[in-house]
């Protein structure tokens, strides 16, 4: 079949492509969204150019306006882009099994010997960092929030909420959501890359 | 199993701001409210959710597992992430609006400060059950300062943790 030139691009990418690629990224990225963004960036851009850069940074901004995993919204959005309905369920499964398998395993291993006295040490280690792992992240996301006045304020206050009032979750988004809507009402109040940098940062709106 | 299924959707659909927001969800319903695991279980699910790849939800197979067996994990993580697979179809229709829409914009300027405060607030609670004495407070400082000063790979540093506490206690 010649169905070479539909919107410039070369034949349609193949279901089973997709699907190869995203179990290797899902099987090879360590350490959160950004790492895995840039792996994904190499797959299907640099290598395949299944999408352009306007694209990727597209499903990158989708993945962080949208609730959910950042790199799982990015790779559903594109594998709807890119093959429809059947290319968001073959990324998004492809992309989560290997760490659901894997995850299993460690699950298994863990409640099978996780009492061991030996591993009493590894786990206390484990824990460690991973109070360093969310002391980074919190830094990493709340360093630009601490240049406003309001929306300083806004951490800060859903840091007491939620640790003195064990206020729920869920409300306190809604809140300060809300609080959003009411506090920034200029365009002067979205400075230009206030979004987390991601390997590829956003340029300006394309169109 | 209904509460597992409600939970994670629920967790899913409110995440703004990436995985590491699950934290202080999972954290308040599955530890506290529901009592499905421990606080040192979850400290656990959380590094070894960190020390596999993929998203950091993973560690949502663990809690599922723990509550359900086999198929509690499938339909925690289905659950959790379907929202998710939604929310991305949606966006590729609405794709102009929400990359201009002042509303939308600001609604997610205030959220994402606050999603900050509450991965804090999950961090000192996670914290004060990790940070027991004076060695694991300063295995603590090491790992933060390996992440944020010399930007080393984060599931490496878990990893490399777990083995420094393996040969110290």
């Known amino acids: ?207 | 199993m209904v509460d597992l299924i409600l939970t994670f959707l629920k967790i899913g659909a409110f995440t703004f701001g990436g995985g590491m927001v699950m934290i202080p969800f999972i954290e308040q319903d599955a530890v506290r409210t529901f009592g499905w695991l421990t606080q040192r279980e979850f400290v656990d699910a959380i590094a070894m959710g960190q020390i596999t790849p993929g998203p950091i939800v993973i560690s949502s197979v663990f809690i599922g597992y723990k509550v359900a067996g086999l198929l509690g994990a499938v339909l925690a993580m289905g659950a959790i992430s379907l929202p998710t697979f939604f929310y991305s179809i949606a966006a590729a229709h609405q794709l102009h609006r929400l990359k201009t829409n002042l509303r939308v914009r600001a609604f997610l300027r205030g959220v994402g400060p606050a999603v900050v405060g509450m991965i804090l607030a999950a961090g000192v609670i996670i914290a004060k059950a990790s940070l027991v004495d004076v060695w694991t407070g300063l295995l603590a400082l090491a790992c933060l300062i390996a992440i944020v000063r010399f930007k080393a790979d984060t599931s490496l540093v878990i990893l490399a943790a777990g083995v420094v506490g393996l040969f110290l206690w």
């Open chain 1, 1 to 207: 079949m010649d169905v070479s030139t539909k919107s410039g691009r070369a034949a349609p990418v193949g279901l089973l492509q997709l699907a190869g690629v995203l179990l290797k990224v899902g099987a090879t990225g360590f350490g959160g969204a950004m790492p895995m963004l840039a792996l994904i960036h190499t797959e299907y851009l640099e290598k395949r150019r299944w999408v352009s850069q306007e694209e990727f940074d597209e499903a990158v901004m989708v993945g962080q306006i949208m609730p959910g995993p950042i790199a799982v919204d990015a790779v559903t959005h594109m594998g709807y882009r890119l093959r429809g309905w059947p290319g968001a369920i073959v990324s998004w499964f492809a992309f989560i099994l290997p760490s659901f398998l894997l995850m299993l395993a460690l699950t298994l291993i863990y409640m099978r010997y996780g009492g061991v006295p030996q591993f009493v040490g590894l786990f206390k280690g484990l824990g460690a960092g991973v109070v360093a792992v969310i002391a980074a992240a919190a830094w990493r996301m709340g360093r630009p929030h601490l240049k406003d006045l309001r929306t300083a304020c806004l951490m800060v206050g859903a840091l007491l909420a939620l640790l003195l009032l064990q206020a729920n979750v869920v409300l306190l988004v809604i809140l300060a959501g809300l609080a959003g809507l009411l506090l920034f009402r200029k365009p002067s109040d979205f400075p230009p890359g206030q979004k987390q940098g991601g390997p590829s940062p956003m340029k300006g709106s394309g169109r």
